[in-house]
């Protein structure tokens, strides 16, 4: 398709809102658009890019024979207080966002997949590992939507 038929029109002028290079190019390219302070739609041109490396990134660890993990993106409080990362991150100003779900259970939506991961691999390879079962690569393709509540974003040119 031509892109003078995509909805997500490139921009001659740098947007008001945008404060860093990067962002000004997204918006002016029209990978993305503003939904609210914070919030973005992803846009044709970028969900392709993204699905282009979604796609190439386990082709690459498949053929180097690494198997693919699908992360969960609602996270136990449990796992975040072992790795000493809840208060820190959940904080009033913390970047995450945590809250109880209908059974009274703390959750959250995690920032990264580290301790997931490491609960499974510790409950799947176990604490008395062999040689054998140490020598699995995964990974996790899935390119996040992060879930954060910052104060101020963090601007990098």
């Not at 919030?39 to 796609?55: C, H």
């Not at 409950?123 to 699995?136: D, F, I, M, Y």
Request: charged letters at 25%; one cysteine or more; glycine letters at 8%.
């Amino acid at each position: 398709m031509r892109q003078s038929n995509h909805i997500g029109k490139t921009l001659k002028e740098d947007p008001k809102e945008a404060q860093t290079a990067g962002h000004k190019l997204l918006i002016r390219g029209g990978y993305i658009r503003q939904i609210s302070p914070g919030v973005y739609a992803y846009m044709p041109f970028l969900l392709r890019t993204l699905n282009k490396i979604s796609q190439i990134i386990p082709e690459e660890m498949n053929a180097i024979g690494c198997e693919e993990l699908l992360m969960p993106t609602l996270q136990p409080k449990d796992l975040w207080v072992e790795s000493g990362r809840w208060e820190r991150y959940t904080d009033v100003d913390g970047p995450m966002f945590s809250f109880r779900d209908r059974r009274g259970s703390v959750a959250c939506l995690g920032l990264g997949n580290e301790e997931v991961v490491t609960d499974i691999v510790r409950r799947e390879v176990g604490l008395k590992a062999s040689g054998s079962n140490l020598q699995n690569s995964i990974f996790s393709s899935v390119i996040p939507s992060n879930f954060l509540k910052q104060k101020h974003p963090s601007l990098r040119t």
